[in-house]
């Protein structure tokens, strides 16, 4: 069954009373390390007919198609007006790539999606108003090899929780490939328990991502859960703003969930549980090689009511700093409280730590 047309006007007009609450999708975009224009992301919008094989389960990205091309038609039309036919022309030489002739021709006619960089610049030829709507309505963005995702549009708990469990038990790793002239962006998770990794916590990264690509290894005492998507990857570090590649000494909670509401909070709470926060010298606590990241975890906690502690800072094998961060077991029954309320974790483990400390059984 055909899912119902995307209603994209109310979605722009509802940015206006939430602001925080949208995610800035140009933040995926990295001038830095997209140095040519096949290196960045794109908004999609390849119209149906030009898809080799249709998938079913696209059909919210080829709505989404659909209406960026009666977008840029529009666009089209107003700097015909404004600037002249040559418009195009000067389009070419603000976007900060090299383009060929008919690249222009293949984004408006949707032939192939636009590259998010040349969406921005129209900004710059007088279409503020129409980029704003653009940038707001668009859920899914693709790369040169069409490989295309869903982009959360706004937090939500599940997405606070697996931001806890990457910054916990996760990495992102970031290797630059020679050969290549590229880097290879991942975002990896490992467990120790499999069931918990392959049916939990991978269906939720499809629920939120729409991507059915997943590498599971099995490492003997853990299974590691590994995704190979630039925009995913840049999902968490641009816009999360998540720490990248060796993070463990330079690791902080993201601003995102100081400002977020108690339930953001409490779920972002929960995946660090779930990876890292469990029973610490008759308590609840773990030990981290980043000082910064303890404060910030005594400061968030202080922020939906629980007071946690710093412990002091020692060198294991003379070489890595630790920092103990403890929840006392006094403050552990409020802890349990909110998660119930508020987003409870998904490992069995965790929650019956939690239970005997409270007092519950």
């Avoid at 039309?77 to 060929?100: A, D, F, V």
């Avoid at 922020?303 to 929840?327: C, H, M, W």
Wanted: with cysteine; charged share 30%; hydrophobic share 35%.
């Amino acid at each position: 069954m055909k899912p119902p047309a995307l209603n994209f006007q109310n979605d722009y007009k509802q940015k206006k009373n939430n602001s925080f609450m949208e995610f800035d999708l140009f933040e995926l975009h990295d001038p830095e390390r997209d140095d040519n224009l096949r290196k960045c992301l794109r908004v999609y919008g390849v119209l149906h007919r030009y898809v080799d094989k249709p998938r079913k389960e696209m059909l919210e990205a080829y709505q989404q198609a659909i209406w960026l091309n009666k977008k840029l038609a529009v666009i089209n039309t107003k700097l015909k007006k404004n600037i002249g036919i040559r418009w195009k022309e000067k389009w070419t030489e603000i976007i900060p790539y090299q383009i060929s002739k008919s690249a222009i021709k293949d984004w408006i006619t949707g032939r192939a999606s636009p590259p998010m960089i040349a969406i921005e610049k129209l900004r710059d030829l007088g279409c503020e108003k129409e980029v704003d709507e653009i940038f707001v309505n668009v859920q899914y963005v693709s790369s040169t090899t069409r490989d295309i995702i869903k982009i959360p549009k706004k937090p939500t708990k599940d997405l606070a929780y697996l931001s806890g469990l990457v910054l916990g038990d996760g990495c992102l790793p970031n290797s630059y490939r020679p050969r290549d002239n590229n880097f290879e962006y991942k975002t990896t998770i490992t467990s120790g328990d499999k069931e918990f990794i392959t049916m939990k916590i991978t269906n939720m990264f499809k629920q939120l991502f729409e991507k059915g690509h997943w590498y599971l290894r099995d490492r003997g005492n853990y299974i590691e859960l590994e995704i190979k998507n630039k925009a995913i990857y840049r999902f968490f570090t641009n816009v999360i703003k998540m720490h990248s590649g060796k993070k463990a000494i330079k690791a902080r909670v993201p601003k995102l969930f100081f400002e977020a509401n108690i339930d953001l909070q409490i779920a972002f709470i929960a995946g660090l549980i779930d990876s890292d926060i469990g029973k610490h010298s008759g308590s609840l606590g773990c030990t981290f090689r980043s000082q910064k990241f303890v404060e910030d975890l005594v400061m968030l906690f202080d922020s939906v009511g629980i007071t946690a502690n710093e412990g002091g800072t020692y060198l294991i094998k003379d070489k890595y700093p630790q920092t103990d961060f403890r929840i006392p077991k006094k403050e552990v029954k409020t802890l349990k409280r909110l998660l119930s309320q508020h987003y409870l974790p998904k490992t069995k483990g965790r929650l019956k730590a939690i239970n005997e400390i409270a007092g519950f059984r």
